[in-house]
């Protein structure tokens, strides 16, 4: 029952990707080009977004004790903050700079086939998975020299 929801949510996700023009790489790279062809749309529909999360999120949090499939509400906290976090926002961000993708829309764009999707997904799946094996702690040079 959890993966249908999942799966519901994920296309009505996709839906709105594609309803609001987010799945096109150009829309985004032409929000974050300040000083050149600069569309401000981006900011509206991410603005839209919150405007109908938050008041439903909120009323969720309180009229339920936990959420249907899970034993608990994961708020992240303050404390959440470290580094490996800041680490993977800031490659996020690059790459998403970069390639106007980000993994939602560019799963969304797949079956068009363009050429810039059919080079990103595969390098967004291959940092996924480094992601998923990169060790909890950085590697030690100390004592690597003896």
């Known amino acids: 029952m959890k993966q249908i929801f999942a799966l519901i949510s994920g296309l009505i996700f996709g839906l709105g990707l594609i ?3 987010m799945a096109n790489p ?3 790279l032409n929000f974050l080009d300040l000083f050149g062809s600069w569309d401000p749309s981006l900011a509206f529909v991410m603005g839209g977004a919150i405007l109908v999360t938050a ?3 909120a009323w969720l949090t309180r009229a339920l004790d936990r959420p249907f499939f899970d034993s608990e509400f994961r708020i ?3 404390s959440d903050l470290e580094p490996k976090l800041v680490v993977g926002a800031a490659i996020f961000g690059t790459g998403w700079g970069l ?3 980000c993994p939602g829309p560019a799963l969304t764009a797949l079956p068009i086939a363009a050429t810039g999707t059919l080079i990103f997904v595969p390098f967004m799946l291959i940092g996924m998975w480094a992601a998923r094996h990169a060790p909890d702690k950085p ?3 100390k004592g690597a020299t003896q």
């Open 55 to 57: 008041p439903g999120f």
């Open 99 to 101: 390639g106007g993708f």
């Open 26 to 28: 150009a829309k985004v």
């Open 139 to 141: 590697f030690s040079l």
């Open 76 to 78: 992240p906290r303050k």
């Open 19 to 21: 309803i609001s023009g």
